[in-house]
């Protein structure tokens, strides 16, 4: 059938669905509905890792074996550093960047150093918003709590008290730097509801928060003209032998030559996972998101934390076939959208957390009630025009700017017509684990962002991403640098590569994968 | 796959079949399914993106790319991640700019909207000629903008520019060698670090966190038992 025909039934039950509300789920209803419909219960998705820090443990097929992969730098290469640094930061992103300003801050010589360019990143993409609570109503403490029923009991406490209690500083010195929150006519912080969260706390920047702090972050990299190499993707740590970190190999992407740093500090930001596409699923993450970070601090020895569990944000699109993974932000739901089945029916209470509603959106496609398109892909509808009845017609275009110019490109017109979403591979829950300074379990090598693990627990909460990156990189960023401020440079060897090489041999892995993947194969060879 | 009401399928013609369209990228053609991003069909094509290729979803600007359809004169930019393919169309990736940023640092600035025209003297000098407006893939009025940014109407700019993926195109174009996404940048940036009220409420926070407001509450969270948390999360509304 035509997609507009397909898409009466929306129209049709808009009306009776506006007086409905929908409870939100139980905590046992949650359990249940998660176990049978996340995709972090697929048995067969999953196998053990076979040697390494976190050998035994349960991970995606995918994951283990970019883990277990080999280092692309020969035994014998030449360790004489082509450039010196207090602080090298590997990532460009939002935790890479806080991390460096705040280390040079310190009078740190940072070395910034990213596979694509600088601010090429998930932080970029970010719509939704932080969280910060600063409303009367609000305190960190209900942020705290918030963020634990979120993440099902299993964030760090630690941890999880720094980002909530660092929150507001932490905006204070975005908006020092010139980011636009948006604001109540009174010039106080406009804060919207996010999903999972009690209170309003989401600061916005309209929808694009990431996108404006990113450039104001990179604007000041600039500024600062903090040594910057760009096009040069880390691909192995160096070690002193005895377990501490000194350095990393970088790799030009133009000529693929190796370039040594030695660096007393090493900061990696390298973000997520999303183009390792776990399970089939498309994803919402930028080209570079190949865990790199995961791979080179395993192989260095730093134990993980929750790598079996990623989120699946629920609205990616599934339609037209050029936008599939790409992101229907949140922010739809949070202003009122529902989700609507083929049967014009609601589900879940949309403002559910995440991996409650990614899982009801695969029950109900799982169960007939999803609506397939050409490619075979299934979805739901997200009622968009809804919020023009609700709120009045210039909504859409007033509130999302950037999601009604991502529609409109292909001539859809979100105002006029809902939209299909499914599931999105998004964010990875765990990573590298690390104490209240950013720091993994091998010394001298720090941790910041997405590629760290323990603060999310299994799940985490809309808006607490940028928020984490903004905290944990300026921890990162401090302590690295005063670090470095105390001590000399470290011996370059690469030891635990041949200790690495030599667990592999021994446990039969001879997969010829070779990690830091660094980018997805879509190029198609023939 | 699980069943689907085959009332609930999603079977135009025009894309069930995709159909191959011929299509010139940076001078040589191939075929290539119709309707893919020019990202896509770079990697359809067996082509390895690494400069061109950032965020795929519109936001980071790194795929700023000249296309033309087919018999139209006009040239054209966009994002390549954004852009579909269509029979006939030629497009090249554009390499970025050499575009002259000023370096400054901006809590420092005594005068921001005096300062332009010592960072980008070369603001002031607009004639006019649209070409930046033309040339932006997110449809900002450039060309005004830049006009509000030398009159000081620094607020407007701030507005106009949020959609900014700072591609850099309206570079390229303008006759006066201004850099329009950056003269935006600076006159954004000093919009929220000199011209904005502060936020109240934010800095009420902060004080009552520095001086261990919650200090109480976070030693009863913070030796609560799992149960006693699971109970005082199961009362958040």
Redesign the interface.
């Known amino acids: 059938m035509d997609i507009h025909e397909l898409q009466k039934i929306v129209h049709k039950t808009r009306d009776a669905r506006r007086t409905q509300t929908l409870p939100k789920y139980s905590p046992a209803e949650r359990d249940t509905l998660i176990k049978k419909y996340h995709p972090d219960f697929r048995e067969n998705a999953y196998r053990s890792i076979k040697f390494g820090p976190n050998k035994g443990e349960l991970t995606v097929r995918e994951l283990a074996t970019l883990l277990e992969g080999d280092s692309p730098v020969p035994a014998d290469l030449d360790l004489t550093p082509a450039h010196t640094a207090d602080v090298l930061v590997v990532g460009g992103g939002g935790a890479g960047c806080a991390a460096a300003l705040h280390a040079y801050a310190q009078g740190a010589k940072v070395l910034l150093a990213t596979k694509l360019r600088l601010g090429d990143s998930n932080t970029v993409m970010a719509q939704g918003g932080i969280q910060v609570a600063i409303t009367n109503e609000d305190s960190p403490i209900q942020h705290f709590l918030d963020t634990l029923k979120g993440g099902h009991m299993k964030n760090d406490h630690q941890l999880l008290k720094v980002m909530v209690e660092e929150g507001p500083s932490v905006a204070r010195w975005l908006l020092g730097l010139g980011v636009l929150f948006d604001r109540d006519a009174d010039g106080n912080l406009h804060v919207k509801k996010g999903g999972g969260s009690s209170k309003p706390r989401l600061l916005t920047c309209s929808d694009y928060t990431g996108l404006e702090i990113m450039r104001v972050l990179k604007d000041e990299v600039l500024n600062q003209k903090i040594q910057l190499m760009e096009f040069s993707a880390a691909v192995e740590l160096l070690s002193d032998g005895n377990g501490d970190c000194t350095g990393a190999v970088l790799q030009d992407l133009d000529n693929k030559r190796f370039m040594v740093v030695a660096a007393k500090t090493v900061i990696l930001a390298t973000g997520g996972i999303g183009r390792l596409h776990i399970q089939g699923f498309p994803t919402s993450n930028h080209y570079g998101a190949t865990g790199d970070g995961l791979a080179m601090a395993y192989r260095m020895g730093a134990k993980l934390l929750q790598i079996d569990t990623f989120q699946y944000h629920p609205s990616g699109a599934v339609y037209p076939e050029q936008l599939i993974g790409a992101l229907v932000t949140e922010g739809i739901r949070s202003e009122g959208g529902h989700l609507v089945n083929a049967k014009g029916e609601r589900f879940v209470n949309e403002l559910d957390t995440r991996d409650v509603v990614s899982s009801s959106i695969i029950r109900e496609c799982e169960e007939g009630r999803g609506i397939r398109t050409m490619s075979g892909r299934i979805g739901v509808w997200l009622d968009t025009p809804l919020l023009e009845v609700e709120q009045g017609p210039g909504t859409l275009d007033k509130h999302f700017p950037a999601m009604v110019r991502q529609y409109k490109r292909y001539g859809i017109d979100i105002a006029q017509d809902p939209v299909l979403i499914y599931p999105t591979l998004h964010y990875q829950n765990g990573g590298v684990q690390i104490n209240v300074d950013s720091e993994s379990g091998v010394r001298n090598l720090f941790v910041a962002g997405e590629t760290s693990g323990g603060l999310h627990g299994r799940n985490r909460l809309m808006g607490n991403s940028l928020l984490d990156l903004m905290v944990f990189g300026k921890r990162a960023g401090l302590t690295a640098a005063t670090r470095a401020n105390s001590m000399k440079e470290g011996k370059l060897t690469l030891e635990h590569v041949k200790r690495f090489r030599e667990e592999a041999r021994k446990h039969g892995v001879s997969s010829g994968i070779v990690s830091p993947m660094l980018f997805p194969a879509y190029a198609k060879k023939e | 796959?699980?069943?689907?009401?085959k009332?609930?399928?999603?079977?135009?013609e025009e894309?069930?079949r995709p159909k191959m369209v011929s299509v010139e990228i940076t001078g040589k053609t191939y075929q290539v399914p119709e309707?893919?991003?020019m990202i896509?069909a770079?990697?359809?094509?067996?082509?390895?993106?690494?400069?061109g290729?950032?965020?795929?979803?519109?936001?980071?600007g790194?795929c700023a790319t000249y296309y033309r359809t087919k018999d139209d004169p006009k040239v054209k930019t966009c994002l390549a991640c954004?852009?579909?393919v269509q029979e006939g169309m030629s497009f090249s990736m554009v390499p970025p700019f050499p575009a002259r940023?000023a370096?400054?640092?901006?809590?420092e600035l005594k005068d921001p909207k005096q300062d332009l025209f010592t960072l980008y003297p070369e603001a002031p000098l607009c004639r006019n000629c649209n070409a930046c407006t033309e040339a932006c893939p997110?449809?900002i009025d450039v060309r005004e903008g830049v006009w509000r940014a030398v009159f000081g109407d620094f607020k407007a700019v701030?507005e106009m520019f949020?959609?900014?993926?700072?591609c850099g195109l309206c570079v390229p174009v303008c006759i006066a060698d201004i850099a329009p996404n950056l003269v935006a940048?600076y006159a954004?940036?000093?919009?929220?670090?000199h011209f904005?009220?502060?936020?109240?409420?934010?800095?009420h926070?902060?004080k009552e966190?520095e001086e261990g407001r919650?200090d109480g509450?976070?030693d009863r969270?913070?030796h609560m038992n799992?149960q006693q948390?699971?109970e005082?999360?199961?009362e958040?509304?």
């Open positions: 796959m699980p069943e689907i009401d009332e609930n399928v999603i079977d135009q894309v069930l309707g893919i991003t896509k770079l990697w359809y094509t067996g082509q390895e993106v690494i400069h290729a950032g965020c795929l979803g519109g936001f980071c790194a954004q852009t579909a940023k370096t400054y640092q901006m809590a997110q449809t701030s949020m959609d900014c993926v700072m940048l954004s940036r000093a919009q929220g670090v904005t009220e502060k936020p109240q409420r934010l800095f926070r902060i966190i919650y509450e976070w969270v913070l799992e948390l699971k005082a999360c199961a958040l509304k």
